[in-house]
């Protein structure tokens, strides 16, 4: 079955740090670009970052771009976003999707979602 | 503020149909392909059509996806109880070089 699913979230303070993970299962995770997707509570999607296949491409959102970091790890099959400096607005419920023809504009397969929330 | 522009909210009768509008610009809906993304409450959302006009496996030939110059366009028609969710299209912005969504269309089935 394919499969993602997102771990790491957790209650941080404002300034503070956090590791997202997402496990990969079930297709060949190497080949394919992934991207992470945002949703603050009773809010709409926002898009956040995209990783290429390769790790060779790699685009942030303008919001977070200086403070997250996309990465991958393609023989443990793991998608993984560093996110420092957290604001009260990075609230939200954190979704890795998989990108269904690699250009960031198709999102076929999405995990679960793991809560950040960001308070003092 | 969403760099997409939907109706936040439609409404239609069982068995009708509904068309959602997706309205952007020359620099995302205008040079790339458009997805739709259906939200059921509590879950994650789930992919309905790709490139415009696409239907990933088990999604039903009730959903439909069309695109003209920077607008774009989800229809449903047979429409059913289970169809009440929230409605997302997205994109790729060539000048913001980020994906885009709207804010989403709440539909209720009624």
């Known amino acids: 079955e394919v499969q993602l699913v997102e771990s790491g979230g957790a209650l941080v303070q404002p300034g503070g740090s956090l590791r997202l993970s997402c496990a990969a299962s079930?297709?060949?995770?190497?080949?394919?670009?992934m991207n992470w997707v945002r949703q603050a509570p009773k809010k709409g999607l926002e898009w956040v970052s995209y990783?290429?296949?390769?790790?060779?491409?790699?685009h942030h959102a303008e919001s977070v771009k200086g403070r997250f970091t996309i990465s991958r790890d393609n023989a443990k099959n793991s998608l993984y976003l560093q996110m420092n400096h957290l604001r009260d607005e990075d609230t939200a419920v954190y979704y890795c999707?998989?990108?269904?023809?690699?250009?960031?504009?198709?999102?076929?397969?999405w995990g679960q979602g793991t809560m950040v929330t960001v308070s003092s | 503020q969403s760099v997409l522009t939907q109706p936040p909210s439609m409404s239609a009768a069982p068995g009708q149909k509904v068309t959602i509008s997706c309205s952007g610009s020359?620099?995302?809906?205008?040079?790339?392909?458009v997805s739709w993304y259906q939200q059921l409450p509590g879950t994650a959302p789930k992919l309905l059509i790709y490139?415009?006009?696409k239907r990933p496996s088990g999604i039903p030939d009730r959903f439909s996806g069309s695109k003209s110059d920077t607008s774009a366009t989800l229809g449903i028609t047979g429409l059913q109880t289970g169809d009440e969710a929230d409605y997302y299209c997205?994109?790729?912005?060539?000048?913001?070089?980020?994906?885009?969504f709207g804010g989403g269309t709440k539909l209720t089935v009624l």
């Open positions: 020359t620099s995302n809906i205008g040079k790339n392909y």
């Open positions: 999707a998989r990108d269904i023809l690699g250009r960031g504009d198709g999102f076929e397969i």
């Open positions: 079930g297709f060949i995770f190497s080949s394919y670009s």
């Open positions: 997205g994109t790729w912005d060539s000048s913001l070089n980020s994906g885009v």
């Open positions: 990783i290429s296949a390769s790790s060779g491409i790699v």
């Open positions: 490139d415009n006009n």
